[in-house]
């Protein structure tokens, strides 16, 4: 079993900028992962791969992005119960709310994780991802509440003109 406990799977290329904002943070915080693209629409046969294999491989979160007819999140989900934080890729036609829909609404028994649309919820997909591993991992979890505590610092009490 190798050390890679967080997958990033995502429909298209197109989606990589932003779910590169989950393994940017995933990068920040010192955390091994893995990322693939893995379509529902066009890889049928790799999704059902990586699902059935996914407890297997030794992965504890899955985090999935896709726009439009976003079935990647709920797919997946169904298919393994390693937990699926979902990321809904902001598209052109509807802005992401097509895909935002298309992954929200799951039907009881096979939760998804649902984030925000585009950049923000796929960094807050990697934070979720982070917080979970933490729970078991005393040294993420230091480097976590580190990271926060630097956000917060980063935030000015008064705002200015410039
Ligand atoms: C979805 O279709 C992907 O997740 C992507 O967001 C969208 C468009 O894909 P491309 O046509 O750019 O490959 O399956």
Known sequence: ???????????????????????????ELGVPYEAKIVSAHRTPDRLWDYGKTAVDRGLNVIIAGAGGAAHLPGMM?????????????????????????????????????????GAAG???????????????????????DEWRATLSASIPETPSDD
Do not use: C, F, H
Not at 1 to 6: A, F, R, W
Not at 15 to 26: F, G, R, V
Not at 80 to 92: A, D, L, M
């Open 122 to 144: 796929a960094a807050n997909a990697g934070l979720m991802a982070a917080g979970i591993l933490s729970v078991s991992d005393p040294a993420l979890a230091e480097r976590l």
């Open 77 to 117: 989900a169904s298919k393994t119960r390693v937990p699926v934080i979902g990321v809904p890729v902001q598209t052109q036609a509807l802005s992401g709310v097509d895909s935002l829909y298309s992954i929200v609404q799951m039907p009881k028994g096979y939760p998804v994780a649902t984030m925000a649309i």
């Open 1 to 27: 079993m190798s050390d890679v406990k967080v997958g990033i799977i995502m429909g298209s290329q197109s989606d990589w900028p932003t779910m590169k904002e989950a393994a940017n943070i995933l990068d």
